[in-house]
């Protein structure tokens, strides 16, 4: 396929295959971005990537617009975090003409599995880099592979219908989340505001226990004090408050955590620059859970129920897989708190389908891009000697 046949349109199957490059000693660099039509990737059992955990990955999208065009969103923003990662880990962080080569000849390459506008999915991109060569004992290794996979995906919770008059048949509450207790997810001055693997593999028996008792997300707390927001396992943590319109005029005001143990997300990055367009005011900062208190031997601990999370009239986990996704309740069992929100979050007036419709209108080419979000995906040219 050349660029004349660009874009293809959208068909259900397998994709074609994904993008690599490599960095050598030899070469000091990374190479120009290939195509390789295997899924498989080959390596030695020894790799610091197997052993030792030396690896990086990154997640963004591609939508499909109303005139049939291919955008991704904000690929400058995950470039930037990949290289933070990278050098978090001691891999050669990837330039980001490099990475952003690569992720536009990875959607390029596989343009038929963009699913159409309309359909709730997006072409997810994966991309990531480790360790390669075999390096027996605790030392920095001198080969390294940088990938890029996609495949097409539906949101990671089911569409939201959102009403538009005023049939009000169908409401929708949200997901139920739980507190993790049980483990901390990240120490202070570690690697929880990078994406590393080992930030995520241990969480995931606790995700697939929670989910089987009817919890579609996990937060976690600070591992320091356990007393303030950190992010959900999947995503970012958005809070909700409403002004009492006496003095305030019922003002917006959106509240998400700015814990130096959590990744910095595009998706919310990008919501709160959406609400100060709307006039709403934004507060980075730390989001009490509950307020400890000690008196006594370090072990008599006396908590107060009352926390900032319960002030919230909306709370929603945000990310590049979940987009937005409303929560209906927190619950912390070793303290018995369950707190509800009872917003109907399919109605318009909402924050949150305010917001969702706002950010999905500009992802899919709905809504004029006002911040020069989004970057359409041409055929690159690079890829016709190799197709």
Same mark, same amino acid.
């Given at each position: 396929?050349?660029?004349?046949?660009?874009?293809?349109?959208?068909?259900?199957?397998? $994709?074609?295959?994904?993008?690599?490059?490599?960095? #050598?000693? !030899? #070469?000091?660099?990374?190479?120009?971005?290939?195509?390789?039509?295997?899924?498989?990737?080959?390596?030695?059992?020894?790799?610091?990537?197997?052993?030792?955990? @030396?690896?990086?990955?990154?997640?963004? %999208?591609?939508?499909?617009?109303?005139?049939?065009?291919?955008?991704?969103?904000?690929?400058? @923003?995950?470039?930037?975090?990949?290289?933070?990662?990278?050098?978090?880990?001691?891999?050669?962080?990837?330039?980001?003409?490099?990475?952003?080569?690569?992720?536009?000849?990875?959607?390029?390459?596989?343009?038929?599995?963009?699913?159409?506008?309309?359909?709730?999915?997006?072409?997810?991109?994966?991309?990531?880099?480790?360790?390669?060569?075999?390096?027996?004992?605790? %030392?920095?290794?001198?080969?390294?592979?940088?990938?890029?996979?996609?495949?097409?995906?539906?949101?990671?919770?089911?569409?939201?219908?959102?009403?538009?008059?005023?049939?009000?048949?169908?409401?929708?509450?949200?997901?139920?989340?739980?507190?993790?207790?049980?483990?901390?997810?990240?120490?202070?001055?570690? #690697?929880?505001?990078?994406?590393?693997?080992?930030?995520?593999?241990?969480?995931?028996?606790?995700?697939?226990?929670?989910?089987?008792?009817?919890?579609?997300?996990?937060?976690?707390?600070?591992?320091?004090?356990?007393?303030?927001?950190?992010?959900?396992?999947?995503?970012?943590?958005?809070? $909700?408050?409403?002004? /009492?319109?006496?003095?305030?005029?019922?003002?917006? /005001?959106?509240?998400?955590?700015?814990?130096?143990?959590?990744?910095?997300?595009?998706?919310?990055?990008?919501?709160?620059?959406?609400?100060?367009?709307?006039?709403?005011?934004?507060?980075?900062?730390?989001?009490?859970?509950?307020?400890?208190?000690?008196?006594?031997?370090?072990?008599?601990?006396? @908590?107060?129920?009352?926390?900032?999370?319960?002030?919230?009239?909306?709370?929603?986990?945000?990310?590049?897989?979940?987009?937005?996704?409303?929560?209906?309740? $927190?619950?912390?069992?070793?303290?018995?708190?369950?707190?509800?929100? !009872? #917003?109907?979050?399919?109605?318009? /007036?909402?924050?949150?389908?305010?917001?969702? %419709?706002?950010?999905?209108?500009?992802?899919?080419?709905?809504?004029?891009?006002?911040?020069?979000?989004?970057?359409?995906?041409?055929?690159? %040219?690079?890829?016709?000697? @190799?197709?």
């Amino acid at each position: 396929m050349g660029a004349t046949e660009y874009p293809r349109p959208p068909v259900a199957g397998l $994709v074609n295959g994904h993008i690599e490059s490599r960095f #050598t000693p !030899s #070469t000091n660099t990374w190479s120009p971005p290939t195509f390789v039509a295997d899924p498989h990737i080959r390596i030695h059992g020894l790799t610091p990537a197997l052993n030792y955990g @030396q690896q990086i990955f990154e997640g963004l %999208k591609a939508f499909r617009t109303r005139s049939g065009r291919i955008t991704l969103f904000r690929p400058d @923003q995950n470039a930037a975090r990949f290289a933070r990662s990278a050098r978090a880990v001691s891999i050669p962080p990837v330039p980001s003409h490099i990475f952003l080569e690569a992720v536009h000849a990875a959607v390029a390459m596989n343009s038929e599995f963009v699913p159409p506008l309309g359909s709730g999915a997006a072409l997810y991109i994966r991309p990531l880099a480790f360790a390669s060569s075999a390096t027996v004992g605790l %030392k920095l290794a001198g080969e390294f592979l940088f990938c890029v996979y996609v495949l097409p995906v539906a949101g990671l919770h089911r569409p939201l219908p959102v009403h538009e008059g005023g049939d009000k048949e169908t409401s929708v509450s949200g997901v139920k989340a739980l507190v993790v207790e049980d483990f901390d997810r990240a120490a202070p001055l570690g #690697t929880g505001d990078v994406k590393v693997g080992g930030n995520y593999g241990p969480v995931l028996g606790r995700i697939d226990a929670a989910r089987q008792e009817g919890y579609g997300l996990t937060l976690h707390l600070d591992s320091l004090s356990h007393s303030v927001v950190d992010e959900f396992s999947t995503s970012g943590f958005v809070g $909700v408050r409403r002004g /009492t319109g006496d003095g305030d005029g019922g003002q917006v /005001t959106l509240v998400v955590s700015d814990s130096q143990q959590i990744v910095a997300s595009v998706t919310i990055d990008s919501v709160c620059e959406i609400a100060r367009g709307l006039g709403w005011a934004v507060e980075k900062r730390p989001v009490s859970f509950f307020y400890p208190w000690f008196l006594g031997r370090p072990d008599t601990r006396m @908590q107060i129920a009352f926390t900032e999370v319960s002030e919230f009239v909306e709370v929603y986990a945000a990310g590049t897989a979940a987009m937005l996704v409303p929560v209906q309740s $927190v619950e912390r069992r070793s303290t018995g708190e369950v707190i509800h929100y !009872s #917003t109907d979050y399919a109605d318009p /007036t909402s924050v949150f389908a305010q917001l969702y %419709k706002a950010l999905s209108g500009v992802q899919q080419g709905l809504v004029p891009d006002q911040w020069g979000w989004t970057q359409e995906v041409l055929w690159p %040219k690079q890829l016709d000697s @190799q197709d």
